[in-house]
């Protein structure tokens, strides 16, 4: 499957990622709108230090212990891809109590959140696509 | 803390303004981390972006950052009482150094209104007779060999061939990488246009500074410079490269040497050039053991020897105004190929009065060079290869028809890596990672992106080129070759026509 | 090859999922006294608060068991295993037959003997949905509710109904709120929080003495009257079907970590089994969801002919009153580093050169970083420590296991 691959070497920590990724899940055709005055709260997350900087998000990992952990079959996992239904999310966090990498949060709405490829946004991961310096790529590995 | 404080008698109007579309802008502060001279600044209370257009130097790294577009940068309008003479910026340059008492320092190439004659010369195409060739549909030929051409067939005894061929250097395109010195430029540039070479066949250039040790996988497709600092220079340099250059000058900054402040000096930039860490690189202004046509042979011969006679020799020299019987000398002092370099090439710091004033346009540097070589007879003893802006496929073809074998792209190269010609590179904080030692911005040029984009320019621009020859009906490079007849002048003076070798459009 | 299981909530679930990864086609059989769909338990408080509803409770689709050619049989209840001709007995008088059979059958409430209990009308459990169902029914706004019990279960129930009843009272006879995942700290955090914001009464280090109709008389002396009582202070885990026919059973059944029980192709998961606490060394019974999914998987895989082991449990639970979430992990034990201000508070535990285990309440974004520590047993050594245990984070692993990880670096 396509994942979202990190290669650190050449992450700017310019944040890009974040804001791309917080306009892509708003549903609003026009960044300004979908993002002016408003505090983004992506599903990718630049982790950053003096010299080193990364983004990190949904792992889509073989053996998910989110969805295994999910209290309420919120998460399930299709042909590789980790999705959640949040219509059946309680936000009870258990799922931010197993994912090892941070990745699921609340959304502002309540329900959890977490990285879906863009599935959902018709539209390749459009972290990947704003990245300028391909710290972040859409491929098989 | 305050923020940078200039005296009243020093403060010259900022050349740009920053704009800043409030409608636009999400204050994401990708402007304010990507911008090294530090423009930027988010302010928490007002939950707003400030600028400060005094550090500006327009380099568009937020610009083509900001994904709102919210940005564009501005020329200030901030005015003098205008004069034709005393202009803006020369009254600046005063005031600068009248506060500074140093001399004005720049970078690239000379960007002063100099008639740039490859817009002025127009190329031929064929109609009715000669019928044109279709490169889609034809061999189309564009590899070019530089080095000395035999000048007759040798037989041995039983009447066999003998290969008598001195070495060459096969370029796939007629497009090499000029010299940039690891130093002057970044680890991950290098690496770039190493990579892009190998992939296109071509060679890229070391330039003064010597050969990072991870470069020396690419030395078939590298071309090791030999300066008068003598940076680097060790046996096993000369021998990684597929040929030698020695630089004699270079067009920026013609008669003059080279500083690399020891702020470039990194362990990586010491151990490369193979001095002190944090020591200032000093290129002398000439080579001190070269003082003759004579002392240069020597010093062809020594790399030659060293290297058993396996490589190609190159020198570099810039287009000054007895350029012709330089290069004279030069092929009569056994060099296999000859570099020179126009007015208008690219440096990574130069004296500005120098790099504005000094040596002369390309065009008419090597119309006269190629005309002197065939006048005394040895124009096939040497190739010949120009730099100092060649800036499209067009000036390549008009280059090649007046007499180069091939062409050197510095600057088109790096704007190719995402260089947008702020002319900064002596302040060291190259935003785009090119002309900067500084790791955090190194890393915002990752080869791979850079060395495609290469790719990308140059297989451009050689579909061009085969485009253009195949509309004159000449389908290989050869035949292009100080073929002036394709050429015609426009706008120009009986002299410079004559300089160039060409007829006025319309004869 | 026929599987049967016993029981139809998250480790059956698991089972079901594990068996079809090596199996698309023997035949699989559920048995539960449920009569429900498979839902997720721990949702029973939610629904009480409006979260969620019985369509969105379902754990899995509605078309799960057709998709997996599973056949239920619901509402009706196991109720002897027959080891030697390999056969299911049901309270109807069916028999079914098994190759591979799992028992997961769940815990049941425990409800100690309390003087007077049989005089109070309105008694609820609070562990299924018919439960919730029925408590939902018997309260209203003018309701006065006592809860039994300061667990994980009683506050969830107690978060459930608070907004739909006149008060709560909740009475335990530990000295702390949810002892079995907090510490003293962290205990009074939440309990003061769950004062504060929705005047829940808590009376500690009591018990009840006696009831009498709608009156508890404390041990204390204490009278709390009431008008609906809840009774939650623990399970026990469903082992007779085990036990009676020989198979190993301690606090819970007894399970290797491929979820073997000690008779020959009966395997068991979730609740009514004991782990192995690989935090403290020690067999306990975990009874959390992602326990039971991750032991009914390894036993269907196991089951089908496949090999998977469930190698690493440890206890952790993801709890939260209104927004205030806390999150913990492994064991207390070792040395702590505390750090907190406010509502928020954490608290690390560290020893052998591991983490042990954890608090986090209030802030805890990230907080599976440090549970894939406790679970991984990952040395300290390999760990920026200090940049850590301020925020969790992939910063602090080594450089290998982010290239790993998210490079896709091997």
Redesign the interface.
Known sequence: MK?V??????C?????CE??CA?ANSGITD??KA????KINPRIRI???D??N?A?QC?HCDDP??V??C???ALSQNDGLITIDQ??C?????????????C??PSDDGPMQKCELCTKNGTEPLCVK?C????IVFEE? | MVREFVSPQNFVPSDFEVVRNSDRCIACRVCERQCANEVHWFDADAQKLFSDETKCVNCHRCVSMCPTRALKIVKNDDTYRPSANWTQPVIDQVIRQSGTGGALLSSMGNPEKYPIYWDKILINASQVTNPSIDPLREPMETKVFLGKKPSKIERDSDGNVINNLDPQLQLDVPVMFSAMSYGAISYNAHKSLAMAATELGTYYNTGEGGLHKDFYQYGPNTIVQVASGRFGVFQDYLEAGAAIEIKIGQGAKPGIGGHLPGAKVTVDVSQTRMIPMGSDAISPAPHHDIYSIEDLRQLVFTLKEATAYKKPIIVKVAAVHNVAAIASGIARGGADIIVIDGFRGGTGAAPTRIRDSVGIPIELALASVDQRLRDEGIRNNISLVVGGSIRNSADIVKAVALGADAVYIGTAALIALGCHQCRNCHGGKCNWGIATQRADLVKRLNPEIGAKRLVNLVTAWNNEIKEIMGGMGINSIESLRGNRLMLRGIGLTEKELEILGIKHAGE | MNYVIIGNSTAAVGCIEGIRKVDTKGNITVISDEPHHTYGRPLISYMLLGKTDEEHMKYRPDDFYEKNNVKTILGKKAVKIDKESKSVEIDDGSVVEYDKLLVATGSRPFVPPMAGLDSVEKVFNFMTLDDAHSLEKAIDSDCKVLVIGAGLIGLKCVEGIVDKVKSVQVVDLANRILPSILDEKGSALVQSFLEKEKGIEFTLNDSVAEFKNNTATLKSGKTINFDVLVVAVGVRPNTELISEIGGDVQRGIVVTSKSETSLEDIYAAGDCTVSHNIATDEDQIIAILPNAYLQGEAAGVNMAGGDKSFDNPVPMNAIGFFDYHIITAGAYVGDTYVAGDGQNYKCLFTSDGVLKGFIVIGDVAKAGIYTALVRNKTPLSEVDFELIKDNPQLMAMAKSYRDEKLGGTL
């Open positions: 994942k691959w990190v290669n650190e070497e050449w700017l920590g310019c944040h890009l804001y791309n306009y960044m300004v993002l002016k005055g408003k982790e950053e230090s010299s080193i990364f990190v792992r212990i989110c295994k952990s209290i309420s079959g219509s059946k309680v936000g009870c966090f258990t799922c931010v109590m197993a994912c090892p990498y941070g699921i949060m704003g300028p310096n391909n710290a590995r």
